[in-house]
């Protein structure tokens, strides 16, 4: 009987094994087009569930998903084509005009070089309606710049929702678009150029100095500015310069970042990928228990010996109590590389070990921005992405540790 109990376990264990090193089933959102890059969430229904809003960059289109619930989550979710634009390179829900409807921005880079407003239908019932769409340029960024991301919020403190960009290439910049009193009159925006830039990759609103008001946290990958840093909006931000603070990866061609507690010690690390083979954590120095501009940083080995990273995102994912880091890559094709891993925190005796496991198997050679949050509802966190060259499109991997 005792032997028979033993061969029961080492089973379990042996299938509990196998199991965490598969690839994780992966469920796609939507792959009707080419060039998924880079999915945005925020509910803009008020269900309470994340929605989707994706820009397909070969494909020339600003696609919105509706999220159908943890009954449906894994078949191809209800979408609408909200424009069409040439190199879309970013997209963003924001409710620009305030009418309770959220609407659509989009970054182009290419020869559009174009931000543009999606406005969404006036009622709520038409928001999976094509022809209720209305796409429209903002006049003072036509040809001005590669843009490339844009993030909301209120800059300045007047009318309605600001908008903060940046851009790659000759001219780049991080700017803020001033929004008019009446957010509708697009040729009232005005760009207000802040700093310059050589390829803006993350634009994040997280408060950096504990002051309680939001600062623009930034990965720039390439020139003379590249590097994580993080800007402080000043009283009046358009005739006063805004601080910048450098905190790393300057020697580095930085990607995407996120920001969290990954040591457990309540304070935010800022975690990016890189093309150097390895991820930065950078941590801010602490001085009699209060934050410094001081920054030190450390490396994580990209899983595989992986050359290239792209982008990573932070969360528990096996819910041990410690935070876990996903990371994305080009892989190039090679079958025995996961273009999508996980690094878990192994700790013992003080020490910190990352142990990498596959998510996405040998599928997909190009994948892009990587958010978490648990789709199915079953109590621990996914996995979506999208993936760019074999067209897997938008996507998203299930955890199979519930």
Known sequence: MARIIALLLGFILFSATVRAEMPWVRHTVDASSVGADGAKLQDVNGDGLPDLV???????????????????????WPSVTVGMVKSPEDAIFVDLDRDGNVDVVSCC???????????????????????????????CTVGEQMWMFAVSMQVDGNAGTDLIVGSKGANASVSWLESPENPRKLDEWKLHHIIPAGWIMSLRLADMNADGQHDLLLSDRRGMTRGVKWLEIPSNPVTNKWPVHNI??????????????????????????????KMLVLSQELLN??????????????????PKGKGVAIGDLNQ????????????????????????????ENGRVNWVSSDISGPDGIKFDLVRLFDLDQDGDLDVITCEERHNLGVIWYENPSR
């Open 320 to 347: 041990d109590g410690y935070n876990d880091i996903v990371h994305t890559t080009e892989p190039s094709g090679d079958p025995r590389l996961s273009g999508v891993t996980w690094l878990r925190q192994e700790r």
């Open 54 to 76: 994706v820009p397909w960059e070969e494909g020339g289109q600003i696609r919105a998903y509706l999220n159908p619930g943890p009954k449906k989550v894994t078949q191809l």
């Open 109 to 139: 880079e290419g020869t559009q070089r174009t931000i543009q407003v999606h406005w969404a239908p006036r009622r709520a019932s038409d928001y999976l309606d094509v022809s209720q769409w209305k796409t429209r340029q903002i006049p």
């Open 248 to 277: 790393g990866g300057r020697e580095n061609e930085v990607m995407f970042l996120d920001i969290a507690d990954l040591d457990g010690d309540r304070q935010s690390e800022v975690v990016v990928a890189t093309h150097q083979s």
């Open 289 to 306: 228990g209060k934050t410094t501009n001081r920054w030190s940083y450390k490396s994580i080995a990209n899983p595989h010996a992986i």
